[in-house]
């Protein structure tokens, strides 16, 4: 069975950087895309990043407008991990992360209801 278990959220002050990490478990990273989307109470979710793995084993990162010049999202596939590096992090960027997979890796949608499997999620808190 598939699962997804993210890690490395935290505490952070405002200015900070962090990385999480999506570690997937019964099947091999490179056959899916991965998302990383937000939400927190009273929020709506947000996709905030997602990549691909393309024709010749490159990947493409789509991002957020809101976060484009601040999160990175990579993998390694080897390692059946996937990364979302943030810096510059704000109070506004409080929210729970979680990592997603979708079972078509050339597609890479910003739209949780497009992916086939969630994780829990990683709690971030920016604050003095």
């Known amino acids: 069975q598939l699962q997804l278990v993210e890690s490395g959220g935290g505490l952070v002050q405002p200015g900070g950087s962090l990385r999480l990490s999506c570690i997937m478990s019964?099947?091999?990273?490179?056959?899916?895309?991965i998302g990383w989307f937000r939400q927190g109470p009273g929020k709506e979710r947000e996709g905030v990043a997602c990549?691909?793995?393309?024709?010749?084993?490159?990947?493409?990162?789509f991002r957020a407008d809101s976060v484009r010049d601040r999160f990175t999202v990579s993998r390694e596939n080897a390692k059946n991990t996937a990364y979302l590096q943030m810096i510059r992090l704000t109070p506004e960027d409080t929210d729970n992360y979680y990592c997603?997979?979708?079972?078509?890796?050339?597609?890479?949608?910003?739209?949780?209801?497009?992916?086939?499997?969630r994780g829990q999620g990683t709690q971030v808190t920016v604050s003095p």
């Open positions: 997603a997979a979708k079972l078509t890796p050339w597609d890479c949608p910003l739209l949780d209801d497009e992916y086939d499997y």
């Open positions: 990549i691909n793995t393309a024709v010749g084993g490159f990947a493409n990162q």
């Open positions: 019964g099947d091999t990273l490179d056959r899916y895309a």
